[in-house]
């Protein structure tokens, strides 16, 4: 079987998760689980967290119903489904079939429920200033208004997402949290019950605590991560994910012998060259070519040569590696480290496109 797996260690998601509760305190968490739980697996990751019993998440959030119903037909039979995604007409049954909650984020979304006329539970999507979706602040309590005279339509949640919580300065952030604290102060004024407010995901759970309202949304920093380097540290967190593969050749090249696609290195003296069989169609970026680096016996070894689709080389000196070495592309071993942010920085990327990026050909091993 092939060496290169990504080894997805539970207990540090746990760690992170009870970490952000603790930090929170008595507010309910959602753990964000799209894009198959930020690349680690969606389904052995939730069963992770429900582990924690009583203090397992509260609410589960999805990008798409598809990933909702998937989680729905596995271990999450009763728990709470969030779909952030916009409500679509068409697809009412399998909202109602599988018991997820649809985002409504636009007045016809409102429209349709209304005439629809089926028992069903939501949240509605505010847009305070990420300009993506969401119900403007400005009409808000006035189309929620029109809803809630239909008493098959719960209002289960209101939300809104930040676009700059993970920045130092807050100053935008603060005010869509305003822009959203009117629509709530409008809707209490016309006695509407809205349900669960909330707004935070990492960068506002780590420094924005007046943004937890009833709920927060975590999703990177479940899975080890700061949303940037901007944020506090307020939370110590380890990362879930680590990428393993093992030494497949090893052979010597001369002084001006080149390696890989490119010829983009040249050998300056003799030296020992160690494939590694990942590439590109793993995940590993071809952009990190001659600027990564991997773990080999507690020592740090430099990437050399074009990254391929399935095959990847470090220059090993004369140091004895040999065939069969375990290689750490992400990863600890004693004091070194290298994490998504050493290939973010080289990629002009964040962590979260580096981990969703590890492919599915990658198997998943859950310690
Ligand atoms: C609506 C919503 N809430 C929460 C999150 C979690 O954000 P983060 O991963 O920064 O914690 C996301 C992720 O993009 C999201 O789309």
């Known amino acids: 079987m092939r060496p290169t797996l990504a080894v997805i260690h539970t207990p540090n998601l746990k760690y992170n998760f009870l ?3 603790k930090k929170v ?4 968490v959602m753990a964000v689980v799209k894009a198959d739980a930020y690349g680690h697996g969606m389904i052995k990751c939730v069963e992770a967290l429900k582990s924690l019993g009583d203090k397992s998440p509260e609410y589960y959030g999805v990008a798409l119903l598809e990933e909702a119903i998937e989680l729905r037909k596995s271990k999450i039979t009763d728990e709470p489904i969030l779909s952030f995604a916009p409500f679509l007409l068409s697809e009412i049954n399998n909202y109602k079939k599988y018991k997820i909650i649809p985002t409504v984020c636009t007045a016809k979304h409102i429209n349709d429920l209304y005439k629809l006329n089926k028992r069903i539970k939501i949240h509605i999507n505010i847009e305070t200033g990420m300009g993506r979706l969401g119900i403007n602040f400005m009409e808000a309590a006035e189309l929620i208004s029109r809803l809630t005279k239909n008493k098959n339509i719960i209002i289960d949640g209101i939300y809104t997402h930040f676009a700059t919580s993970d920045v130092k300065n807050k100053k935008f952030a603060q005010l869509q949290l305003q822009r959203f604290n009117k629509v709530l ?6 006695n509407i019950d809205y349900g669960l407010a909330h707004t935070a995901n990492s960068g506002a759970i780590l420094d924005m605590p ?3 309202l009833d709920m927060v949304r975590v999703g990177i920093s479940l899975y080890g991560y700061y949303p940037s380097q901007e944020t506090s540290e307020s939370i110590k967190l380890k990362p879930v994910m680590s990428l393993i593969s093992k030494v497949s050749t090893v052979h010597y090249i001369n002084k001006g012998d080149s390696v890989s696609y490119g010829r ?3 050998a300056k003296q003799k030296t020992k060259i160690a494939t590694v069989p990942i590439g590109y169609a793993d995940g590993f970026s071809r952009g990190l070519t001659n ?3 991997a773990i080999i016996k507690g020592k740090t070894y430099p990437q050399v040569g074009r990254v391929s689709m399935d095959r990847i080389m470090f220059d090993v000196g004369d140091d004895k590696i040999k065939v069969g070495d375990k290689v750490i592309l992400l990863g600890s071993s004693k004091e070194k480290s290298i994490t998504a942010w050493k290939w973010s ?3 002009n990327t964040i962590p979260y496109e580096i981990i969703c990026g590890i492919s599915k050909r990658v198997p998943r091993v859950f310690r």
């Open 345 to 347: 920085t080289v990629l």
């Open 291 to 293: 600027n990564a680096s």
């Open 264 to 266: 983009k290195f040249i």
């Open 25 to 28: 305190k008595k507010i309910r």
């Open 210 to 212: 007046e943004t937890w």
């Open 19 to 21: 970490a952000i509760r």
């Open 185 to 190: 102060s409008e809707l209490k004024s016309k």
